[in-house]
């Protein structure tokens, strides 16, 4: 694992994870290039395995199960299927579980195409819910429907998103 970061204050906590090198912002493509073959040279057959099958995974168009969080300065695997919704401005996307929200430097649309869709549904460009988490869907007085979760969160589906939740309602 190589870190790249523009704050030098973390690359202790890089390599208390085990980074092989560190990267700090901006750096060179020698220096780049430098990092990477350090990376290789040490890195055991097995490793580089795992490696390659988990890009395979991802290209495979498996869906996510896991996303990288970072909270108190630390760095956790947070499960996909206990993420509750997922909110989203041009880069960060807030991910909400458990009551709490984790800041991830990614769009939305990082996300969008790795999540399960028999779980997750895009209610409109900025926000994703897991159904799992959905208490109930109201409509509002432009007909479009309001989506209660469980954490008493209230978001607001698109209208066609509304119209095709409509439709397929029983």
Do not use: C, W
Request: proline share 4%.
């Amino acid at each position: 694992m190589i870190f790249t970061t523009a704050y030098d204050e973390h690359a202790l906590t890089a390599f208390e994870l085990h980074a092989l090198d560190y990267l700090l912002k901006p750096f060179s493509r020698e220096r780049f290039v430098d990092a990477v073959e350090h990376a290789l040279a040490n890195s055991a057959p097995a490793s580089v395995g795992t490696a390659l099958e988990a890009l395979q995974q991802q290209d495979s168009g498996e869906p996510l199960t896991r996303v990288l969080v970072r909270d108190q300065g630390k760095i956790f695997p947070l499960r996909v299927d206990v993420i509750e919704h997922l909110r989203s401005d041009n880069k960060y996307t807030a991910l909400t579980s458990r009551g709490r929200s984790f800041l991830v430097r990614l769009p939305i649309a990082s996300f969008e195409q790795r999540l399960d869709p028999a779980r997750f549904l895009k209610l409109q460009r900025g926000s994703i819910v897991n159904l799992d988490f959905v208490e109930s869907m109201t409509p509002d007085d432009n007909s479009q429907l309001v989506v209660l979760m469980r954490d008493g969160t209230r978001l607001t589906a698109s209208r066609e998103v509304s119209k095709r939740l409509r439709e397929q309602s029983l």
